[in-house]
């Protein structure tokens, strides 16, 4: 595509975008058109059917929602300045609890005063007695509204503090998981790597895939990227089944999975690998409706090693090293669909 073609392209998904966001009366925000065009390219079902749901003239707050549910940037940065603001209230609290603080002590100085005017007498007569207690009345009036003004705010402080956690534990929750599957994404697998490689870890071996969809660029061009959306939520579940408990499986990019199984040597890896190949072969069957049956989806499986890596960094090389030696090999009839770092048939190094 020539560089005015790809202008064209994209002057024209702008206009689409501005075009849906005037019709539903959203203010023309920079993060409100990012989350428009995410929900326009189709490429995440759940986010366009949120979008589409949008009353018109929704509040901020409403659209505001969806794209920290969605972890979209111009959204997660806005739940930071949330928390900053939080922070803030947090610090205008302590001066309030300092000033309530310091109305108790004057009351009980007030009190002190008092009982020493009545045991040394010096209260020669009922006048100055209620005077006293007109005075102690007074600073305990102040104080219990004090303590009373107090209370609240420690309550809406609280209840700040506990939507603001929610919110952050949920902004985790999202920014470690892939919005179109539900696994774990490639924050998530390196969180896993350093765990594995951790000096305090048991150093079992490990084997960590890498499963590239070979021909689901081409899908997605052909039939569009809704069904290349489908395609990868299913093979997602063909996965899924295919771990066990103690296993590891995440989406790290469009069109590759990641897994990390444990106790597991090279024999080991190459059973599993010719497993998940016949699992996508046997599983892996689309019948759209209307547009007949999709080609057959192909896997290519880059594996390393843990014995053979010392760290997550070079363990995630290795496989990515084994996987491009399948890419280099190409796709013709009998080419291999596994590769494993260190194979000395196959000279992956």
Avoid: C, W
Avoid at 231 to 242: G, L, M, N, Q, Y
Avoid at 243 to 249: C, Y
């Amino acid at each position: 595509m020539s560089a005015d073609n790809a202008r064209q392209s994209r002057d024209r998904s702008l206009a689409v975008v501005a075009q849906q966001m005037a019709k539903q009366d959203v203010a023309g925000l920079p993060r409100n058109y990012t989350l428009f065009h995410e929900a326009l390219s189709g490429s995440d079902p759940a986010l366009t059917r949120d979008v589409a749901t949008l009353p018109a003239g929704a509040t901020q707050a409403q659209i505001d929602e969806i794209g920290l549910r969605y972890q979209l940037p111009g959204f997660v940065v806005l739940s930071i300045a949330n928390r900053d603001e939080e922070t803030r209230r947090v610090l205008d609290l302590v001066g309030t609890i300092a000033q309530a603080t310091l109305k108790k002590q004057n009351f009980v100085r007030a009190l002190e005063t008092a009982a020493e005017s009545l045991r040394s007498g010096s209260a020669s007569g009922l006048a100055d007695i209620q005077a006293e207690l007109d005075h102690l009345q007074a600073n305990l009036s102040e104080t219990l509204s004090a303590e009373i003004g107090l209370t609240k705010s420690l309550e809406l402080a609280a209840d700040r503090l506990l939507m603001s956690s929610n919110l952050a534990e949920a902004a985790r929750t999202n920014s470690l998981s892939d919005r179109l599957t539900g696994l774990p994404n490639h924050v998530a697998l390196a969180e896993k790597l350093d765990l594995l490689y951790a000096p305090s870890a048991e150093h079992r071996p490990a084997a960590l895939f890498v499963v590239r969809l070979v021909d689901l660029g081409e899908m997605a061009q052909t039939y569009g990227q809704v069904t290349a959306g489908r395609i990868v939520k299913r093979a997602a579940a063909i996965f899924r089944k295919a771990i066990k408990k103690n296993d590891f499986l995440a989406r790290t990019a469009t069109d590759s999975f990641a897994f990390l199984f444990e106790d597991v040597d090279r024999s080991g890896a190459k059973a599993i690998a010719d497993r998940l190949v016949a699992s996508i072969a046997d599983s892996l069957v689309f019948a759209g409706s209307g547009e007949g049956h999709y080609p057959h989806m192909r896997l290519s499986i880059g594996v390393a090693l843990s014995t053979e890596a010392f760290s997550p960094q070079q363990i995630k090389l290795h496989a990515a090293t084994a996987l491009e030696s399948l890419r280099a090999q190409g796709s013709g009839a009998g080419t291999d669909t596994v590769a494993i770092f260190g194979d000395p048939s196959r000279r992956v190094s």
